[in-house]
């Protein structure tokens, strides 16, 4: 067990290393997955220990193998939401997947401040037995295999989402080229890895016990998940070094005269080398986002887009980040402003407030208008309409 333990933190190591600091992968969302294997090989290592009793030598790492547990499953969904949907930002809800491991840093308070000799003690007559490990009850809380049995539901539900998201764009994945049926069919074999070594265990152990589920079984199936994920990785390089993200790369040769802030002009002034149907498509777009005024609509979503044009939702995300160098909300908030322009310009500023304006303008809020008018023109909306007022005057 030993070999695939070192082999698995070994690649472990190497492959997260490649995916967090090499320079055209660590730019990208990437960086979920090389956290995602950090926090698997730090798990095996402490299960690992525990099995083994090597623990005992390292008495401050006794019980620290949930905190990195609770957080595996929420980065992978990250790293799957990122891939496939093109989303990038980090949401201020996402930090709510840290609560578990707060809960349970709560919980262990007591125990994590004792000093070594008193967890060793505690602890020494746990190693290596299965059953008094996975009770966990040194906590404040002092409830049985509560962590146990959370950290697998925890898993499991991450891992349902990121099969509903593969499942939502697998027609669109099918539809689309060989090398991107050959980057979602990756994806999937990513994901299987996890469901069916880590999470059917997990779950027929917690609905009927399984004698062979030990903390030998799970060290040994998290060093496969390891190995499996750090070749697979390997046989596909581009994603390993940052390929998904190769489309922005792509298409960052196009040198573009207007950086789309003029989003009525035409982009017809591009550097050869660049796929000729990527700019068709961003032309395409832009044409049907002008002349069916989407952009009016509040709460037009990438994936209203995508059902209006045909186009799958995360092809629409990597090539306006490569042409317009921005995001959807931002690259349709051009639009809003510059049609918000045409109004004031038009004398509608005069007839309606603006909030009116805002609204007509397909923005959410006042604020909106404001914080993108000003990040597009670096001016506010009502020092703008005081310009004009004084110009007219």
Known sequence: MEF???????FGVLTSCLLLFFPASRKSLNKYLGITVIFLGYVLLISYFNGTGKILEFPYLIRTGHIPTYLIFPFLYLFYKG???????WKPEYWLFFLP?????????????????????????????????FKADEGLFGIEKFHFVFRTLWGTSFLILIGKILWNYKSEFLKSS???????????????????????????NLVVKLQV??????????????????????????????YIWDYKGELEKIKIVNDTIDSNKKRDDVTE????????????LEKHILSNKSF???????????????????????????????NFNSWLNIYRVNFFIQLIESGEGEKYTLDSLSQQCGFSSRTTLINSFKKQTGNTPGNYLRSLKSQKS
Not at 83 to 89: L, P, S, V
Not at 298 to 313: K, N, R, S, V, Y
């Open 296 to 326: 009016q609509q509040i709460g037009f979503t990438i994936h209203m887009l995508a059902q209006e044009t045909d186009i799958p939702a995360y092809k629409i995300s990597t090539i306006i980040n490569g042409i317009a160098k921005t």
């Open 101 to 133: 491991s707060l809960v349970y840093l709560i919980d262990f308070s007591t125990f994590f401040v004792l000093d070594s000799q008193e967890k060793i003690q505690i602890f020494s007559g746990k190693v290596s037995n299965s059953e008094a490990l």
């Open 83 to 89: 891939a496939i949907t093109g989303e990038k930002k």
């Open 4 to 10: 695939l333990v070192f082999a698995g933190v070994f």
């Open 213 to 242: 589920y030990t903390v030998y079984f799970i060290t040994v199936t998290l060093a496969m998940v390891l190995i499996l994920i750090s070749l697979s990785l390997f046989f596909y390089p581009s994603l390993l070094y940052g």
């Open 178 to 204: 060989r090398r991107e049926k050959s980057f979602f069919q990756f994806l999937v074999l990513i994901w299987g890895i996890f469901v069916i070594l880590l999470l059917v265990p997990a779950v027929f």
């Open 273 to 284: 080398g660049i796929q000729e149907d990527e700019i068709k498509i961003y032309q395409n």
